[in-house]
């Protein structure tokens, strides 16, 4: 059978490395064999560690690109029941799509983790892509920090910079559409 594809989406400081610590727990609890992947780039906690912003963690590996990574693990159904890939955003497009696809015709189950959008409000290629493959989608929000609504978005307290400048609360907080401007 076909493996299960869940990718988890939403705004910086929402909490989606929390939901999807709570998957990896629930797997682990079931005595599942798990790979936790997060890319290189966003080393802003620690290495060898998902971490949310309210300090559970679990230990990952650090990827860099897929090749190595496959040189690494053996992705077969008998070794691993479940792949989880965190902050998917930074992961090469084609790559990503291309491995996820081949673990889920192995029947192996993936969830991913990663923000739908930057912070000028244009999707994320590879949180995109994995979303219209997806067979479940979770959207979890958070709270703007001017008024305290659901916020779907996230702003940039500075302007200018990279695109892909990893989150850090000086830079990036969530913001409701009303409090909220692409920059
Ligand atoms: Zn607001």
């Not at 077969?76 to 291309?98: C, G, P, W």
């Not at 479940?136 to 978005?153: D, M, S």
């Not at 302007?159 to 909220?180: D, F, M, S």
Request: aromatic share 8%; with cysteine.
């Amino acid at each position: 059978m076909r493996g299960n594809l869940e990718t988890i989406v939403g705004a910086m400081f929402a909490g989606k490395t929390s939901e999807l610590l709570k998957r990896i727990l629930w797997a682990k609890h079931q005595n599942k064999k798990i790979i936790v992947i997060k890319p290189s780039i966003d080393n802003r906690y620690s290495n060898e560690k998902i971490i949310t912003h309210n300090d559970l963690s679990h230990e990952c590996y650090s990827m860099s690109n897929w090749e190595t990574t496959l040189k690494k693990f053996v992705f077969e159904k008998s070794k691993v029941d479940m792949v989880f890939l965190d902050e998917i955003q930074f992961m090469d497009t084609n790559e990503t799509l291309k491995n996820v696809e081949d673990l889920l015709n192995k029947g192996i189950d993936v969830v991913c983790a990663g923000l739908d959008q930057d912070s000028r409000g244009k999707p994320w290629e590879t949180s995109s892509m994995l979303l219209g493959l997806s067979d479940k989608i979770i959207k979890i929000y958070g709270f703007c920090n001017v008024c305290g609504i659901e916020a779907t978005k996230t702003y940039r307290k500075t302007e200018g910079g990279e695109r892909t400048q990893v989150g850090a609360a000086n830079i990036y907080e969530p913001r409701c559409l009303k409090h909220w401007e692409p920059r």
